[in-house]
């Protein structure tokens, strides 16, 4: 079996990010805020809150969260591509570092990269 990768493994591109960004700003920001710090209802995307929410998780379970909940306002409506590079934008700003492969947007890859809040000290 592989090891498992995590998110300070470079598992989205810069421009992919970049791509998730424009979805972002039009599907995305009027509820969480075009900073993702969250506005009302909606949770902040960004920072130590959110981080620790999702750490030890799958990124499979952020992935199919936000496929099957988001846009508030028309749940389920993106793509499984869009909802990879949303999500890419979305390590990207809590800074999570950038790497050669992007976030796939398949169950099984998704499954073997694992959300961590802290870098591990291997």
Known sequence: MPPVRSTWDGVYTDAQAKRGEAIYAERCASCH????SGLD??????GAEFRTEWD??????????TRVSMPADKPGSLERLQV???VAFVLQKNGFP???TETPAEPNQLKALT?????SQR
């Not at 805020?33 to 993702?36: G, I, K, N, V």
């Open 115 to 119: 959300f961590a809040a802290k870098r």
């Open 84 to 86: 990879a590079e949303v």
């Open 56 to 65: 030890g998780l799958s990124m499979n379970d952020l992935f199919e969260r």
């Open 41 to 46: 209802q909606a949770p902040a995307l960004a």
């Open 33 to 36: 805020a075009p900073d993702l």
């Open 98 to 100: 950038a790497g050669l």
